[in-house]
Antibody, heavy 117, light 107 residues
Framework: EVQLQESGPGLVKPSQSLSLTCSVTGYSVTSNYWGWIRKFPGNKMEWIGHITYSGSTVYNPSLKSRISITRDTSKNKFFLQLNSVTTEDTATYYC???????????WGQGVMVTVSS | DVQMTQSPSYLAASPGESVSISCKASKSISNNLAWYQEKPGKANKLLIHSGSTLQSGTPSRFSGSGSGTDFTLTIRSLEFEDFAVYYCQHYNENPWTFGGGTKLELK
């Protein structure tokens, strides 16, 4: 069974970078697409972007200038880096698998990240 | 961006009842719509994709309908395990966007 698990710091200072890892088991990151989504306090959800099986990336235009999604195929993990964070980036971050054009069929349980000094 | 307007935000019902949740897109998204269930401590679950196709493992009491701009998730004969938060999401174009969520509560 496909399983995803997010990890990373729960607290990041404003202007710094947020770095998260998604560990995947049961499926190769070189197959399919793998992505990130976040849920803000108040429950608004936002798609961040994804990395394809070939390693190319697709980002939400609203975040494109600040984000990078990469992967380590040897460890079967993929990563999110969000630069120049502000308090508005405080959210629960999820990794998930967008399948067949964009429906997320597997999700991690999410990691809460707070941006605060 | 395509705005997804989900209603109602809150819904109270009892086991055995049927409920419907609406999701309206600001422009046509064909049938590129998914519905998810969110429960505390669990990974989000894909219930329905392509507007009306049940994901493998989704109970048959769930159904989805609609295309273009108007979509509906219906749950018939509610069971206790169905009380959760539900989201719609379109994947017709970049950026993919989500509805604001509907919290289904026990009456």
């Amino acid at each position: 069974e496909v399983q995803l698990q997010e990890s990373g710091p729960g607290l990041v200072k404003p202007s710094q970078s947020l770095s998260l890892t998604c560990s995947v088991t049961g499926y190769s990151v070189t197959s399919n697409y793998w992505g990130w989504i976040r849920k803000f306090p108040g429950n608004k959800m936002e798609w961040i972007g994804h990395i394809t099986y070939s390693g190319s990336t697709v980002y939400n235009p609203s975040l494109k200038s600040r984000i990078s999604i990469t992967r380590d195929t040897s460890k079967n993990k993929f990563f999110l880096q969000l630069n120049s964070v502000t308090t508005e980036d405080t959210a629960t971050y999820y990794c998930a698998r967008p399948n067949y054009g964009g429906r997320f069929d597997y999700w991690g349980q999410g990691v809460m990240v707070t941006v605060s000094s | 961006d395509v705005q997804m307007t989900q209603s109602p935000s809150y819904l109270a019902a009892s086991p055995g009842e049927s409920v419907s949740i609406s999701c309206k897109a600001s422009k046509s998204i064909s049938n590129n719509l998914a519905w998810y269930q969110e429960k505390p401590g669990k990974a989000n679950k894909l219930l329905i994709h392509s507007g009306s196709t049940l994901q493998s493992g989704t109970p048959s009491r769930f159904s989805g309908s609609g295309s273009g701009t108007d979509f509906t998730l219906t749950i018939r004969s509610l069971e206790f395990e169905d009380f959760a938060v539900y989201y719609c999401q379109h994947y017709n174009e970049n950026p993919w966007t989500f509805g604001g969520g509907t919290k289904l509560e026990l009456k």
